[in-house]
């Protein structure tokens, strides 16, 4: 079986040192409409591409420029410009829209779509960006993904495994999620003065018949896991490097220190 890497080098300033084996990730960034994490300007400098689904662009608007209060607050929004605005606009305040149109951001109202959330559009905007052979190495960050309301939070989620061809996280103040598809082995490297130490592994699809795990403090060994049975939460990462495999696709998360 494959084995798919991850490491959160997003979570460190640039330039990256590299942590693990093969080409360094292409990163794209998407904001939603929740407070920005502390390092959202990281994130911003990690990514090639950057898009704001619908209230997500007041969230930069307001937020980027207090990041930077020495800094004159048109020339820090001037900055931060995204590549797109996407959503069916219900929540980007007026002055936010024009502010973006006039420096030439294309603000695309799909209202006409009320199946998929504002977050599922954005993908589809990036996948429609990114040439298929770029798709492998492509990572896209979710900013305010979660926290929140559990509807908003559940749709988020949902995401991971309608793209689950593609690797997403999403991200808070607080942690991080990705999805862990069964079609692959998992090594995971911990930035570990970034990230850690407490995780979960969760069987969110479907209930998970044999699970093995090294490098937890808790390891699994051809364990199962399911809903109203064994859940690996408030777990702990031993190692620089963790591997995982399962029989059923597994949420992770890792907890993402106060100070990196
Ligand atoms: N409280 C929240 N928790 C988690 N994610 C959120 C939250 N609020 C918004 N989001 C994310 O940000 C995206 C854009 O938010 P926005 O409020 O503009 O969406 P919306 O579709 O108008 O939401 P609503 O369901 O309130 O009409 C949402 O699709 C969702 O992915
Ligand atoms: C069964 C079902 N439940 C809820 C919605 C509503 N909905 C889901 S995504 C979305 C867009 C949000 O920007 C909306 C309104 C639906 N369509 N179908």
């Not at 190495?137 to 689950?164: M, Q, T, W």
């Not at 130490?197 to 093995?212: D, E, K, N, R, Y």
Request: hydrophobic share 35%; charged share 25%.
């Amino acid at each position: 079986m494959e084995v798919m890497r991850h490491a959160s080098t997003f979570l460190r300033p640039p330039p990256l040192p590299q942590a693990a084996d093969g080409p360094a990730p292409s990163y794209a960034l998407v904001v939603l409409n929740q407070r920005l994490p502390r390092f959202a300007p990281d994130l911003w400098s990690h990514a090639k591409l950057r898009i704001f689904a619908d209230g997500g662009a007041n969230r930069v608007y307001d937020g980027m420029p207090k990041f930077f209060p020495e800094q004159d607050p048109l020339e820090v929004r001037r900055r931060y410009k995204p590549d797109g605005i996407r959503g069916d606009l219900d929540s980007i305040r007026p002055e936010v829209k024009e502010f973006y149109s006039n420096l030439g951001v294309k603000v695309e109202d799909v209202s006409y779509d009320q199946d998929t959330t504002d977050l599922h559009k954005c993908i589809d905007f990036i996948c429609g960006f990114t040439p298929e052979v770029d798709k492998s190495n492509l990572c896209i960050l979710v900013a305010g993904a979660l926290g929140g309301r559990f509807d908003h939070e559940a749709g988020n989620l949902n995401v991971l495994y309608k793209f689950s061809n593609i690797q997403i996280v999403l991200l808070s103040d607080d942690c991080l999620i990705q999805l862990l598809p069964k079609t692959h082995c998992h090594e995971i490297h911990i930035q570990s003065s970034a990230e850690g130490p407490h995780c979960g592994l969760i069987p969110v699809g479907a209930p998970s018949v044999s699970t093995t795990t090294t490098g937890l403090q808790w390891d699994l060994t051809d364990a199962g896991m399911s809903f109203g049975g064994l859940m690996s939460t408030s777990n702990m990462v031993r190692e620089e490097r963790i591997t995982v495999r399962s029989d059923s696709d597994l949420l992770w998360t890792i907890s993402i220190k106060k100070k990196a």
